[in-house]
């Protein structure tokens, strides 16, 4: 009688603890903020603005993040680097540098020692890379917490993961960081097993992805609106006789009979005392020019309406 007590007091709870739990994993963002992410939280409830974009899209460039979190050991910045990449591309406000364009260029492990980008003051005017903002940052916290828990009939684990992101956006013309921001994610994920249906998992490969994209999601839209809201500036790529050929066209946004100012590229000043970049003077203003036509995957050619002396690098923009 005893016995029979007893096998029926453990069924009832089997079956108690089994109507509570799922046989798959569960997964999904975190109800709860970690630490750094409780100075963020009030951004989710913030009603954001319009989006705002001043003049054609801008070419727009996301070098690898530097990974400075024990966990990641420097191979996490990657994983933010391509969602970012494809934040920004979804936007539709941007011209996004591949990677592979990247990589032909800069050594991304190495930008400063290439004297591209100063550690200091980030890239000098982005003449190599021929883009307007530079988005770059750091991980500065990532790591994964597991739980698990044994029950008379079954068990259960959870893993969580945390992440910081740090990120920063430089105008490419000018060397200066324009915007900074950080945001924090977590993400669980978890499995039950009772009187052996279900299952437990092993550790989800998936949680580093999901925990970024939480944390990125925490300034994305500030981001977007941040670069989309910049002054466009283009270049000249060449002159010939009374045409100016510009590294923009239709893929920009630029129209036949468009209008630009163009100026001088203006020169880079340096601080007397910490010999660092200040940024570039603007030049002066040389003449202007009507776009007639385009060609190329991304260009245009300009007639002059007014003015001499273009040259190669100088900057075009439209007039205020």
Sequence with gaps: MK????????????????????????????????????????????????????????????????DKSAYGRGRLGSAIQDILITELARSGQFIMVTRQDLDLILDEQDLAKSGTIKAETGPK???????????????????????????????SKTQTAEATVDVRVIDATTGRIIYADSGSGVHETSSTQVLGVGGTTGYDETLEGKAFRAAVSKFIDNLIGKMASMEWTGKVASVEGGEVTVNAGKKTGLVVGDRLRVYGEGREVIDPDTKISLGRRPGAEKGEIEIVDFFGEDAAIGKVLQGRGFAVNDIVRFGK
């Design 125 to 155: 005017s982005g003449e190599v890379l021929g883009v307007n903002a530079i988005v770059t940052g750091v991980v500065s916290q990532f790591g994964v917490k597991q739980k698990s828990a044994n029950y008379l009939v079954g068990a």
């Design 3 to 66: 016995k029979r007590l007893l096998l029926g007091g453990i069924l009832i709870l089997g079956i108690a603890i089994s109507g509570c739990a799922t046989a798959p994993p569960v997964t999904g963002p975190s109800t709860r903020d970690s630490a750094p992410a409780a100075e963020y939280g009030h951004r989710k409830s913030e009603q954001m603005a319009p989006i705002v974009s001043k003049g054609p899209k801008k070419r727009v460039a996301v070098v690898r993040f530097q």
